[in-house]
């Protein structure tokens, strides 16, 4: 019976050695502060579709980064495709350059960037769920659910703009002001966000329409670098 009892406690001891310790969970917003260092930042890619509930009315990808400066986000540069049409956006503090699509036939022939003030978000036909931005991650994760490695809920345009500067620079309507964005965060292990998905509903023309933008980020804390366009390329004029 002693030896019985001796291999019981035995066994119990290398049970207990061999489960892992759970680690505690990470804070998001101090793994996202611990990586906004100058000429540091993210890389994103991610996809857009969008559906007027009958047909899938486009889609794009998208690619980019995110440069950091003493405060959060500093520059972007920004790259779209939606079937042969090419669009790139440059921001740089409060000024932003613009090349392609609409503006391709716009500028004057020896000209391929548009300049004028950094609008943020490219258009409504992107990711309006900047998680490089703290004040913007604090919020999501104040509003939302967590639930193993995500975090899921919903935030109006107007309460994202307060929030926001990726958002509240677009100067998008007032009268959009309660669309409604769901999203949902993946977080990595080491509490930085890996995914965020979003689903949101804008009417244009009297149709509406609901985009799904789904952005995948990675490389966090990496050496990035944003640079304007060479100035003989940059134009305040349209032709």
Do not use: C
């Not at 579709?49 to 980019?64: H, L, V």
């Amino acid at each position: 019976m002693k030896q019985a009892l001796i291999a019981t406690a035995a066994l119990a001891a290398l049970t207990m050695t061999a489960t892992p310790a759970h680690a505690a969970p990470k804070d998001p917003v101090k793994a996202l502060n611990a990586k906004i260092v100058p000429g540091h930042g993210v890389h994103f890619t991610g996809n857009v579709t969008w559906t007027d509930g009958t047909n899938e009315r486009g889609a794009r990808d998208i690619k980019g980064v995110f440069q950091f400066g003493k405060k959060g986000v500093a520059a972007f540069d920004i790259s779209m495709e939606e079937g042969d049409e090419r669009q790139r956006v440059i921001g740089i503090g409060k000024t932003g350059y613009y090349s392609g699509g609409l503006y391709e036939r716009l500028l004057p022939e020896d000209k391929t960037w548009y300049k004028q003030k950094n609008r943020g978000m490219p258009d409504s036909w992107s990711q309006f769920i900047n998680p490089a931005e703290t004040k913007t991650l604090a919020r999501l994760l104040e509003k939302g659910t967590a639930k193993g490695n995500t975090v899921s809920g919903s935030i109006t345009l107007k309460e994202l703009k307060t929030v926001s500067a990726w958002v509240s620079a677009a100067m998008l309507s007032k009268e959009d002001d309660g669309v409604k964005i769901s999203y949902t965060l993946t977080l990595s292990s080491s509490g930085l966000v890996s995914r965020v998905s979003s689903t949101y509903a804008l009417t244009e023309d009297g149709t509406t329409y609901t985009s799904t933008v789904d952005s995948r980020y990675t490389g966090w804390g990496g050496k990035v670098s944003v640079k304007a366009p060479a100035p003989a390329t940059v134009t305040t004029e349209f032709r």
